[in-house]
Each structure stands twice: as structure tokens, then as C-alpha cells.
């Protein structure tokens, strides 16, 4: 009981990346706290579903499978969450920051009397103490989020209202498989007694959904290689990068040319701009069409061999070496300290 | 058919799009006295779906609906000149500290006490908190259908509407039944313009709290057209519970605020070593940069 909730996003039968990246983050966090990892999916014709999900370390796994919830509706699914998390009680539970989980989130917090915080950007556990109750709340979920169009970063708790909810963005997390031979139960909820006719009040009559592409505009984090790179097979490092972050690979104009790189990663006046949160320049020198392309990024790294490239003159941290040398350096560094 | 009762909320707020230097107070908290009080932008796009259905459907109309201090007014008033029929300021003092689940509390029993009403449309969200929660407990609290990130009604017919939602990846058309909850995206069309002569006819529109400072023609004046009376409504008159408003009704709690100091830009050069490396790496996770 009181086990860390995860609701995860199906389309087409695949579970959304957010919705991995949440598992990663909740395995990690009912490990700190004891307790269980339980996963929600919902949809029609999940027979492989386990699969997918099972091995980012997911303990239970709760299906409601059945053909009319072949899509996301509001209230069906908000009724098989409200009725599952009635009964299980969660301590935590985390949805995707999409517009499904930014519609199913508060429709089920406003359900539950529970708070939930929108967008974080950091998960975390902590204590909180309560001065003026003289009171210690053990075991919080803190909330980090940033409010006022970027200018603060708050941490938000829900001392005394369960389940503590949160979505997080697509991106923002690390996804990772726990084991890929990890065991897990499976709960199959039956439907119908928990659904009406009154929740398919609403009806979808059209949808025209994209396949997924890369997208590098929406991507908080950049990893963008130029001609210094040097090679197809050294790009390869700037994926495990961006991978091991939560980014996406980007390219300079010259890098595209050489063929390190596809045409729909080009950044620069003849591509794509970009304004990520934090913008790792390798191997680019920084020419100005290529500058046009991401000099508003939040922040920038550049590793370049020449301690003068002019990309340095707009970074914030410049290293002088090569790709293949600090790279690593940084993936080693970032594991050892993220949590 | 006859004209729909359709309730705009809508919401002013601190202008957090263009946050100058002086935005932020030595001590870490916001200086709101230097940002500027606006309708927020999702809202006027809500406003503006509104009164095309009052376009469509003769005798529809619109109700201005907004929750905050005294000075919010201006949001009725903005919502009069383009178009709306009359608004209500939602203010009590027991209102402060609220979170999305108290507000969405506060705004369903103004709601249940305006009265009928067929359809209830917001912006998707406020830019002061990006949350995108308000919409969504609103309308469970009432028990209400939603449609989130609408960008077009395409069509009304008795009481089935036809909705067009914008979701990331490309587009939905949804089938609903009135009454219902709509929050509308920014990708919907933009607001119309004040109408000359609704800005004429609601210029002196005002709130109780605000006519007491007035002279004694504004009273006569007021006291013979009635429509430019802004109706307030306090805790009192929704009938609201006080435990579930402001912080004690509140679950989320905010345990901390860090201000994100804006450096000038100085490129810091780093050691090609595991060190210098690593000494960088943990300062992009303390602040935020990677999770």
C-alpha cells in the first residue's frame, strides 16, 4: 500500500517516452523510500504492453484494456485512475506534462482533494518541518518547478493531502531499463462496473496525429556537433550524450555536409533555431550562421581543440580539447552525480 | 434554439513575458508593483470564442467571470468593451494563498451562484503559472464534461457542439454535449478589439468597492443605468466553505523560492581534466540546467 503511481501515455500501442522517463525517475524513487513502483496503462489491445514496461523495474502493473478507451477520453480514464487510486491509495503519483496528463492530472487531483504541481523540472525526497504546528513531515515528494515565466525556481510539497502529484515534461528526465528481466505483477481491472454511458459524453469523430520526429526546438537540452567532430562514428558520442541527459543532437551546417549528421539536425540560419536551456556546442567553431541558429540558449558549453574558436566568446563554459576526449568526461561526471 | 448562457473566465495577471532587470527584489521575491497587470493571453483567446458563438447564436450571452483583488475589475471592464454582456468580480480576502484546487473550489460556487449556464470556457492556462490545472478541477467540481486545448468550435446544434482541440503532435475533432467546460489554446484565433460603442456605453462600469470612492453624479448615474454596476461576490455570497479556501484549503505548499539570478555572460574557461569537468557538471545539477 501507499506505493509511487505512474500513468503511462500509450499511442499506438508504444508507451510515450515521458511516460518511460517516469518510471526511470519512480524506480528510483520508491527505492529511497521502500515502497513499491506501480504503473497504469490504459487502452485497447495491450497485450504486449507488459513488455514495454515491466522492465524499468515496475513491481505491479494495473491494465484497463478495452475498446472504448482505444483513445484518451477525460472522464473514462479519469474514472479508472480516480476508482484504482481510491482503492491503492498512492503516496505519489506522476503523469506526463502532454495534454493528456495536463488534462487527466487535474481532473483527478480536483477529484481526490489532492495537490498536484504542474511542469516540474526535479523530483526529489525530503523532510519538511512545520514550524508553527511543530510538526516533521518525513519522506515529502519535493516538487521543483520553475514559476514566473522562468524568474524563480520553487519547491512545492503536499504535506498532508495523497496522493502528491506532479507532471513532469517530456525530455526533462533520464529513461533508463531497471533489468530487462525484472518481474512484475500484472492487475487487470475490470471495466465495467466502473464505466458509464455518461463518460462517453464526449466523443472523438476525427484525429489526425503525426508520427513522432525529432524535435530539437522543444528539446530543453542540445547537443550540437560541427566539422571539428571529425567523423560519422565520433557523432555516436554526442547521441550517448544527449541521450544519457534527456537532449537532442543537433548539427552545424558544415557537419551535414560531411554527412556526420542528417539535413533535420541542421542548426543555423539555413536550419533550425533553437533556445534550449543548455546548448553544448562540439567541435563548431561558430560562425555566425550558425550563431543566428542558438545564440539565445539559456546557457552554452563549448569543447573545442582551438582555445580561440569565436563560438567561446558566447559561452559559458568554454573547455579547449577534443570530442573524444571530454565527452566521456562528462557522461562519467553526470552519473556520478545525478541522482 | 434559443441564445446560450455562456461563462468567459478569465484571469489578470503580472505581465511575466517581458521581465526586466528590476523584476526581481534583492531578497529573492518577485516586485510585482514593476510588472504590468494584463488579461491573460489564453483568456482573451477564450473571450474571443465566446462571443463568436454569440455571433452565431442570437441571444447568447456572455459572462465575464474573474477571481482577485480589487484592482481585477479592469478584466470585466476589458471583457465589457469587447463584447461581453455584464461580469462578476470574485474577491474576498479568504481567497489569498489559494492554489489551483482552492481556486477551481472558489470559481464553482461563484459559478453555481451566477446560475444556469451552458457552456463555461477558459484559457488553457495563465501565464503566471503555466499550470493548466484550473480548467479541468472547475469542471469536476461541477461534474462537467471538459474539452482542453480547443482551438475552434466548429459547430453548434441544440445541445451538441463540435469542438477542433490542438494537441502536440496534430489535431482532434471532438463531439460533446453542453452544458460543458472548454479551455482554449493559444493557437485559437486572437481576440477581437475594443468595440467603440460598447467602450462608450461600459467606460464608467464599475464595482461596488470602486463607486464608494465616487461623486455623488457617478451615484445618480449608476443609480439610473444599472448595468454598469460590476456585481462583487465574497465568500458570503457563494456560500463557500472556508476550510477549503486559501492556504488552509490549499494541499500544495511552497517550501521554498530560489531566485534564478541573471549573470552577465562570462565565458569561464574548464581544464581538460575529471576535475574541472566534474566541478562543472555538478553545477549545471544544482542549478537546474540538467536534471
Known sequence: MNNLFVFCEIEDGQVADVSLELLTKGRSLATQLGCKLEAIAIGYKLNDIAQQIIPYGVDVLHIADDKRLVHYLTLPYAAIVNDLFAKEKPQIALMGATSVGRDLGPRVSSALKSGLTADCTSLMIGNHEDKKANKVYENLLYQIRPAFGGNIIATIINPDCRPQMATVREGVMKKEVFNVAYKGEIKNIDVKPILTDADFVVSIIERHIEKRKINIQGSPIVVAGGYGVGSKENFKLLYELADVLGGEVGASRAAVDEGYADHERQIGQTGITVRPKLYIACGISGQIQHRAGMDESAMIISINTDPHAPINAIADYAITGSVSEIIPKMIKAYKKNSK | ?291
Do not use: W
Not at chain 2, 474571443?48 to 441571444?59: N, S, T
Open chain 2, 1 to 291: 434554439m434559443s441564445g446560450l448562457k455562456i461563462v468567459v473566465l478569465a484571469k489578470q495577471v503580472p505581465d511575466t513575458r517581458n521581465v526586466g532587470k528590476d523584476a526581481m527584489k534583492a531578497d529573492g521575491t518577485v516586485n510585482r508593483a514593476v510588472l504590468e497587470a494584463i488579461f491573460n493571453p489564453e483568456d482573451l483567446n477564450a473571450l474571443e470564442q465566446a462571443l463568436e458563438l454569440k455571433d452565431r447564436v442570437p441571444g447568447t450571452t456572455v459572462t465575464v467571470l474573474t477571481m482577485g483583488p480589487g484592482r481585477a475589475a479592469e478584466i470585466i471592464r476589458e471583457g465589457l468593451y469587447r463584447g461581453a454582456d455584464n461580469g462578476f468580480l470574485l474577491t474576498d480576502r479568504a481567497f489569498a494563498g489559494s492554489d489551483t484546487l482552492a481556486t477551481s473550489y472558489a470559481i464553482s460556487k461563484a459559478i453555481e451562484k451566477i446560475g444556469a449556464f451552458d457552456v463555461i470556457i477558459a484559457g488553457r492556462q495563465a501565464i503566471d503559472g503555466d499550470t493548466a490545472q484550473v480548467g479541468p478541477q472547475v469542471a469536476e467540481k461541477l461534474n462537467l464534461p471538459q474539452v482542453t486545448y480547443a482551438e475552434e468550435i466548429l459547430n453548434v446544434k441544440g445541445n451538441e457542439i463540435t469542438i477542433k482541440r490542438r494537441l502536440e503532435r496534430g489535431i482532434e475533432i471532438v463531439k460533446a454535449k453542453m452544458p460543458l467546460v472548454i479551455t482554449v489554446t493559444s493557437s485559437a484565433p486572437d481576440c477581437r478589439p475594443r468595440n467603440a460603442k460598447h467602450t462608450m456605453k461600459f467606460k464608467h462600469a464599475k464595482t461596488v468597492s470602486e463607486m464608494q470612492d465616487a461623486t455623488e453624479d457617478y451615484l445618480q448615474l449608476y443609480n439610473s443605468r444599472p448595468y454598469l454596476q460590476i456585481p462583487e461576490l465574497s465568500v458570503i455570497d457563494v456560500q463557500a466553505d472556508l476550510v477549503q479556501l486559501g492556504l488552509t484549503g490549499s494541499p500544495t505548499k511552497v517550501k521554498n523560492i530560489e531566485n534564478v539570478v541573471l549573470q552577465a555572460k562570462e565565458s569561464m574557461t574548464i581544464g581538460n581534466n575529471d576535475q574541472e569537468i566534474e566541478a562543472m557538471m555538478v553545477e549545471l545539477i544544482k542549478n537546474h540546467t540538467i536534471g
